[in-house]
Nanobody
Framework: QVQLVESGGGSVQAGGSLRLSCAASGRIFSTYTMGWFRQAPGKEREFVAAIKWSGGSTNYADSVKGRFTISRDNAKNTVYLQMNSMKPEDTAVYYC??????????????????WGQGTQVTVSS
């Protein structure tokens, strides 16, 4: 089992920045590819970013490429999502997810093994 706890959500104005964190406990964190997903009201959960279990490769949704950065610190069992130049359409509940030895090209939510409880991000115009 892997337990994931997100933090860092909140409200920000358009153009602003937020940094989300996801702390993991349980099995060996360094063997899990970590992803961030988001879900806006009335919409399906969508892929945002992923970072390989080894930390060397990343993948981003086109909608956030160049604005968001995913990173991980395996010594702290934590994955981060730095969000810059935020837009109102970034408003959603953001979820952290883990997939054992997963591929970063896996962007389908149901392919991930474990999920956090989510953290709300609201961007006002």
């Amino acid at each position: 089992q892997v337990q994931l706890v997100e933090s860092g959500g909140g409200s920000v104005q358009a153009g602003g920045s937020l940094r989300l964190s996801c702390a993991a406990s349980g099995r060996i964190f360094s063997t899990y590819t970590m992803g961030w997903f988001r879900q806006a009201p009335g919409k399906e959960r969508e892929f945002v970013a992923a970072i390989k279990w080894s930390g060397g490769s990343t993948n981003y949704a086109d909608s956030v490429k160049g604005r968001f950065t995913i990173s991980r610190d395996n010594a702290k069992n934590t994955v981060y999502l730095q969000m810059n130049s935020m837009k109102p359409e970034d408003t959603a509940v953001y979820y952290c997810a883990a997939k054992y030895l997963g591929s970063i090209v896996t962007t389908t939510a149901n392919m991930y093994d474990y999920w956090g409880q989510g953290t709300q991000v609201t961007v006002s115009s």
